[in-house]
């Protein structure tokens, strides 16, 4: 069936391909809702299918930097994905996805980045997963740190006001250490941060701000909400951290120290925290902490030459990949990459991969290692997956502490 997909031009067309993820998610399509949306993708970046003169599907991609290993690379931000259910496995998703990852290309966007509703859906467009992240539970009585250490910092309210001004850039410090963030522009911090309307609480109270200080700077900051109750006359509360950052590792601890000592709570729970957050070797009963893991960032390089050459690398040696990818065969044939640069060569490949391994292993979130014993690249030079991982390697685990 034949379909033509073009990006958006007005409010009403952009509304009726959102509406397609819409049906899934019972949203109600508000003119303010959808000029938020506008405001922040722009109606080029959502891409629409069109049958029949009626919108079956829709498919939006944010324009932002996605911070790399040693670097920060333009990115796509594929979301919003759905097709109407009337015409549902028709082709109409293969579709969008060919011509908004055309679109990436020609924009020279050298990654994709998404986070999946389902893990079976991408994978056939060229994305590999990147990371893991996983919610946390722990009841307030296991919230003691192995080692006491008195606060080095203080933590202090914020305003809603004062919030725009505090956060961002402490925000755009941490971003810089951390692989998988992405940037947030002034609409997205008003609207998707600061902005903290009644449907959005969960049923928990509003968002309170925290800031944290060390030696009269900013190194950190805590956004959290209470959802109150209480059973038989005991605290039956909820502590539900939505983001805890600090750009030095003490600021981290202490704001964790400081959330995990708020009175008159049972639970203390947050999401998205990676598997290597030192929360795990903070506490003395890290057993106590319930954590459930699944998958986070999906990438996909859109443009391999310029997306290796886009990362710092943690050895100093080269490698050469032969690299499948049937969707976007631009990409496909012999990278030399040496001296962090990635060049076109004809020289003897080290390891052969699908393009999904490679999104998988370029944020150091996935070793080769591991790659290699799922089956999901072949070592042509013995050796090649140990010297792929000493300079893919980095020394944390890919973060990205928001679902776009
Ligand atoms: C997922 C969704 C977008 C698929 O759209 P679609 O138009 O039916 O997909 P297509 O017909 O283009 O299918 C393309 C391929 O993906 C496969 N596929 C599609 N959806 C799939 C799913 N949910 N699970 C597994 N495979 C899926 C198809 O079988 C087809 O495989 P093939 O290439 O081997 O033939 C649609 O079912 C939907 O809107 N679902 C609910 C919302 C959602 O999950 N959106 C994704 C947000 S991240």
Known sequence: MAFEVRPTRDLDEFAAALLAIGQYFGMVPTEEAMQRFVDQMGLERMHGAWSNGAVVGGAGAFTFNLSVPGGDLPTAGVTVVGVYPTHRRRGVLRALMRVQLDDAHERGEPLAALWASEETIYGRFGYGLASFCGEISLPREYTTFAHAVDPEGTLRFLERDEVLGVVPPVFERIRTQWPGMFSRNRHWWEKRQVDDPEDRRQGAGPKRWVAYERDGAVEGYAVYRHKAGFEQGTTTAELRVLEA???????????????????????????LMPPDHPLFLLLATPRRMRYRMGDALWVRLVDVGPALSGRQYSADDSVIFDVVDDFCPWNEGRWKLADGVAERTNDDPD????????????????????????????????????RADALFGWDRHPWCPEIF
């Open 245 to 271: 950052l600090g750009a030095t590792p003490e600021a981290l601890r202490d704001i964790w120290g400081y959330l995990l000592a708020i009175d008159m709570l049972a639970t203390v729970s947050s999401y």
């Open 351 to 386: 390891l052969k991969l699908p393009v999904q391994s490679l999104g998988s292993a370029f944020l150091g979130g996935v070793s080769f290692a591991a790659l290699s014993r799922a089956g999901r690249i072949e070592e042509l030079r013995e050796g090649a997956v140990r």
